[in-house]
């Protein structure tokens, strides 16, 4: 088992570094995530009504449009420069969004499911590729900032936010009568999400792993 962890990172690893390092690609993935984010925004403002909540919210309403987002700030980063709990939270985010979508895909009308589903397991394949960019991370007031808008975020997609917007996943037919299911689901996900993001650093260590792979 040891060892099919330390392969599967060292792929990781080694194949990250190598996309970044491909202009081209750099360039196609980044017009890819923005066309997908575009349509992730058009589609929350234009079926799910985003304008109904207030503004100051929105970062916590369309997680995946938002991830996207931010997931383009990852290919636009300088070497040597610590980024760290940035990249932390576009794992965890994208990861999260993906997941949640997947589990209430069917919850929503007019949408095209295939081109759903390939959009957003390309977003987890690439909030995969992430991790080695966790490297020697250390636990700070950063990381601490993301934990909490990570679990604020679960809070005011299912409970709502002190009274400022309406829990919209509570009150969708399919998740009420699963709701526990959706809550102990996701909850459960960005805490393994958490621990995977601040122990990756150790697990590398525990696997033989060097975070400096040439």
């Given at each position: 088992m040891k060892f099919e962890v330390r392969?599967?990172?060292r792929f990781i690893q080694l194949k990250e570094r190598q996309i970044l390092g491909?202009?081209?690609?750099?360039?196609?993935?980044?017009?890819?995530n923005f066309l997908g984010a575009v349509i992730g925004f058009f589609y929350y403002f234009n079926v799910i009504g985003l304008t109904q909540y207030s503004p100051i919210l929105w970062i916590l309403i369309p997680d995946c449009p938002m991830a996207v987002l931010f997931l383009m700030g990852v290919y636009t980063q300088k070497e040597n420069q610590n980024f760290a709990n940035y990249n932390f939270f576009v794992f965890i985010q994208g990861i999260?969004?993906?997941?949640?979508?997947?589990?209430?895909?069917?919850?929503?009308?007019?949408?095209?499911?295939?081109?759903?589903?390939?959009?957003?397991?390309?977003?987890?394949?690439?909030?995969?590729?992430?991790?080695p960019l966790l490297a020697d991370m250390e636990l700070n007031?950063?990381?601490?900032?993301?934990i909490g808008i990570t679990l604020l975020n679960d809070?005011?997609?299912?409970?709502?936010?002190?009274?400022?917007f309406y829990p919209t996943l509570a009150q969708l037919p399919t998740i009420q009568s699963m709701f526990l299911f959706f809550v102990v689901t996701i909850f459960g996900l960005d805490?393994?999400?958490?621990?995977?993001?601040?122990?990756?650093?150790?697990?590398?260590e525990n696997t033989g792993i060097s975070s400096n792979v040439a």
């Open positions: 392969t599967f990172f491909i202009k081209t690609l750099i360039a196609i993935l980044m017009i890819g999260r969004g993906a997941i949640l979508t997947f589990l209430m895909i069917t919850s929503f009308e007019s949408i095209d499911i295939e081109i759903v589903v390939i959009g957003h397991s390309l977003l987890i394949i690439q909030a995969i590729f992430i991790l007031k950063g990381t601490i900032i993301v809070v005011s997609d299912f409970f709502g936010l002190f009274g400022l805490l393994i999400l958490i621990l995977i993001g601040i122990g990756f650093t150790k697990l590398m």
